[in-house]
């Protein structure tokens, strides 16, 4: 059965304080890894997806990375408006079509 | 852009009625899925549908069915609504393979 954690559960930063949210995974074969983040009361939003170990991506303030068993979303020099709860899945290559598996998320707060 | 839409942002209905969720979305997308999201649970996958009139069973699919009529469309069904099905209820779309799953703003579902 596939399997993601994120850690910590919550993270509190103070503006500027640059960190990294992880993501564990286990997964029969990995066809893709995504980041969502998510407003209170709103729709995921996507972010990024990884393909493979190695893999980076970078958008603004975040970048993201990914190795075999796991993927870290670095938040450099964060801002009051990156708070937000951070989603992470995975995408098995077995199995029907684009089934995703969530990770439970981890809620940024940003003080100015 | 990709647009998916929930037909209600709030909802309240009495234990026992029958309730509708509809999501539209106007990609052209082959996938779309139900989840709903609870504090502590994450992002849980009800039901998945890859082509008209066909659908699949998620992880939590008691209680519910679905209804793809169309491409675009594709409505959840509570057939006699409890108060443990109180959630947050977010539709997704894909274009199918390893392509990314995106969100619609979500229903706030209350059974009372």
């Known amino acids: 059965e596939d399997q993601v954690t994120q850690s910590p559960e919550a993270l509190r930063l103070q503006e500027g304080e640059s960190s990294s949210l992880n993501c564990s995974y286990t997964v029969s074969g990995l066809r893709g890894l995504f980041w969502y983040r998510q407003d209170p009361g709103k729709g995921p939003e996507f972010l990024f997806t990884?393909?493979?170990a190695g893999e980076e991506k970078e958008k603004e303030r975040l970048k993201a990375t990914l190795t075999k068993k796991e993927s870290f979303l670095h938040i450099t020099a964060p801002k009051p408006e990156d708070s937000a709860t951070y989603l992470c899945?995975?995408?098995?290559?077995?199995?029907?079509?684009?089934?995703?598996?969530f990770g439970k998320g981890i809620t940024l707060s940003v003080r100015p | 852009d990709v647009k998916v839409t929930q037909s209600s942002r709030y909802l309240v209905k009495r234990t026992g009625e029958k309730v509708f969720l509809e999501c539209v979305q106007d990609?052209?997308?082959?996938?779309m899925f139900w989840y709903r999201q609870d504090p502590g649970l994450g992002l849980r996958l009800i039901y998945f549908s890859y082509d008209v009139k066909m659908k699949e069973k998620g992880d939590i699919p008691e209680g519910y069915s679905v209804s793809r009529e169309k491409k675009e469309r594709f409505s959840l069904i509570l057939e006699s609504a409890s108060t443990n099905q109180t959630s947050m209820y977010l539709c997704?779309?894909?274009?199918?393979?390893?392509?990314?799953?995106?969100f619609g703003p979500g229903t706030r579902l209350l059974v009372l």
């Open positions: 990609m052209d997308h082959e996938n």
């Open positions: 997704a779309s894909s274009a199918g393979g390893r392509e990314t799953q995106y």
């Open positions: 899945a995975v995408q098995a290559r077995a199995g029907a079509n684009s089934k995703l598996t």
């Open positions: 990884l393909y493979s």
